[in-house]
């Protein structure tokens, strides 16, 4: 084999690592919270635990064990959107779910990770505002924005008007429906009529909020004392007609009591900064219908939630039902986004919209984020009632920990002692390659941690004590190529070209045959595993770096002054 032309410029590539590594550690020192410590998972550190309970509408009945199953896996995917970050979400008994993140984690954030999210696009038959009390509660997902709004358009000219600027008209009810209930739910009103007592009768007689006599509205006071629960079984025209049934009230109703597509509805949301109370027809367009969901920032609507459909005849449809033939009152001509009990805001449609839709207002960046999250893993089949919120200690401790390291530090000790009987002086590059790759580990390890959540646990740390063993492989057989160059008659100087062309394709090939594994595991694994997967596969690849960049050129320069 003819001798490599050239000589190799070590200065480069220990120029192009020492910039990699400034900007690691400068990110690591300058950004976040600017402290060098990995986030650590729920195994070493303890975390946040939240006991959720699965309610079925209409019956105490235990849900069956597919959909408990199915709301456990999106629950999970809403908590770990990275995979990496190892929450434990588990099933307890025939109604339980336990969920337990990393770290500390507020109750309001938990809430959002477990809210129902049950999209429902309905068409407003007429909107009233809350004059009973004081403004409504927040939803899960959005924020309290004095012009929440929305638009479905795919381009400027087709947008429509956000329902901050629409009026909410106050226009005559429908006729009382006769909505199907099921027997538990008809039992429940049957209290709730009793407690009411003569409060009831005189409701009956209300046609329209607007319209209250005002000696029949002393003996509606009663209704303002109902829970949210009590309210939920009550006829749809008796929450909206009846003025002293508050948005707060309406709002505190249990998770899923609007769910049901096909009945008409009573749902809160706001506009101009008070809440106002709408009467919603059944859903043309439902949850299920949404392909997709991203948030952006917009230049001029500010944070914006996008949402494409699977069907997109379903939301033409929509928009054509309601814009009519145009000649309508604009308020009437209006479709509500509705998410779980409450309304995100409430469009008036100026045209028939083929396009997908933009949910925008005054929103917060988290505020999208979740929300998106919320529709792109989908409708949870169940709603829940947390039980239980408290912090946890961790699980396996800070002393398995240590055990874990002590572990890794034995196996990197016997490595260090081995390259040193064995290489003897290529044993300090292998010292130094070793420390090389550890401070490129750590740096992204803490870094990982503040883009995507990653947290180390004990699964992480174990797939880090593999990849020692992957990383002297590499020192081995560049080596080995090196003395055998060595022994058949060449100088060290002119054996290394040689051996690094030779010692390179097999180091790839082998590093490349470990990130594959890494890779498959990572993406058919769940839990722990994912950890360990994503560990030995991040320690391949900084295995390439630091032989490339560091091992070969320091054997190279180290060659030149023993010349």
């Not at 900007?23 to 986030?39: I, Q």
């Not at 009573?266 to 439902?286: D, H, I, Q, S, T």
């Not at 300090?428 to 580990?441: C, F, H, R």
């Not at 699964?459 to 004590?465: E, K, N, R, S």
Request: glycine share 8%; charged share 15%.
């Amino acid at each position: 084999m003819a001798a490599p032309s050239g000589q190799l410029k070590a200065s480069r590539y220990f120029i192009a690592l020492a910039l990699i590594l400034v900007a690691l550690y400068a990110l690591v020192f300058f950004t976040g919270n600017k402290k060098a410590h990995p986030k650590l998972g729920l195994d070493l550190q303890g975390g946040t635990s939240m006991t959720l309970s699965a309610t079925t509408a209409g019956n105490n009945k235990a849900p069956d064990k597919e959909r408990l199953e199915r709301a456990r896996q999106i629950i999970a995917s809403r908590v770990d959107t990275s995979g990496v970050s190892e929450p434990e979400v588990v099933t307890e008994g025939n109604t339980h779910i336990v969920v337990n993140v990393a770290g500390k984690t507020s109750e309001t954030d938990m809430r959002k990770l477990v809210a129902p999210a049950e999209l429902r696009f309905r068409k407003v038959t007429s909107a009233t505002p809350d004059t009973g009390g004081p403004e409504p509660s927040p939803s899960a997902s959005a924020s309290p924005s004095a012009s929440a709004g929305a638009s479905a358009s795919p381009s400027p000219g087709a947008s429509s008007t956000p329902a901050a600027d629409a009026s909410a008209s106050a226009s005559p009810s429908a006729s009382a429906s006769a909505e199907p209930v099921s027997e538990s739910i008809e039992k429940q009103r049957e209290k709730v009529i009793a407690k009411l007592g003569t409060a009831y009768q005189a409701a009956q007689s209300v046609q329209a909020p607007g319209q209250v006599d005002p000696q029949v509205l002393p003996l509606l006071k009663p209704f303002g004392t109902l829970t949210g629960t009590e309210v939920a079984v009550l006829p749809v025209d008796i929450q909206y007609n009846v003025p002293t049934i508050t948005c707060k009230q309406l709002n505190a109703r249990d998770p899923g009591s609007i769910s049901d597509p096909k009945a008409t509805v009573v749902a809160c949301g706001k506009e101009n900064g008070g809440p106002v109370k709408y009467k919603l027809e059944p859903a043309k367009v439902v949850g299920e219908d949404v392909k997709d969901a991203n948030f952006t920032n917009d230049p001029t609507q500010g944070w914006v939630t996008n949402l494409s459909f699977r069907n997109q005849d379903k939301w033409t449809n929509l928009t054509k039902e309601v814009y009519g033939d145009g000649t309508a009152d604009k308020s009437l001509r209006r479709v509500a986004i509705v998410l779980d009990n409450e309304v995100v805001s409430a469009p008036s449609i100026d045209n028939v919209i083929p396009g997908d839709a933009q949910i925008f207002g005054q929103f917060t960046r988290n505020d999208v984020a979740t929300l998106a999250q919320q529709l792109k893993y989908g409708s949870l089949p169940l709603a829940f009632k947390i039980l239980a919120f408290q912090n946890v200690t961790a699980t396996l401790g800070t002393q398995q920990m240590l055990m874990g390291l002590l572990a890794g530090g034995i196996g990197l000790g016997l490595v260090i002692l081995y390259c040193l009987f064995y290489y003897r002086a290529l044993g300090l590059v292998v010292i130094a390659s070793l420390l090389m790759s550890g401070a490129l580990v750590y740096g992204a390890l803490v870094e990982l941690g503040r883009i995507n959540g990653y947290t180390l646990s004990l699964a992480g740390i174990a797939g880090f004590i593999v990849a020692i063993g992957i990383t002297a492989d590499s020192f081995v057989v560049f080596f080995e190529r090196l003395k055998d160059e060595v022994k058949d008659g060449r100088t060290v100087r002119s054996a290394i070209p040689r051996a690094w062309i030779r010692a390179r394709r097999t180091i790839l090939s082998a590093d490349t045959v470990s990130f594959l594994a890494a890779a498959v595991l990572y993406f058919l694994a769940i839990g722990a595993v994912k950890g360990f997967a994503f560990t030995l596969g991040l320690s391949t690849l900084i295995d390439v770096l630091v032989v490339f960049l560091f091992t070969h050129p320091l054997v190279a320069t180290l060659a030149r002054w023993s010349a």
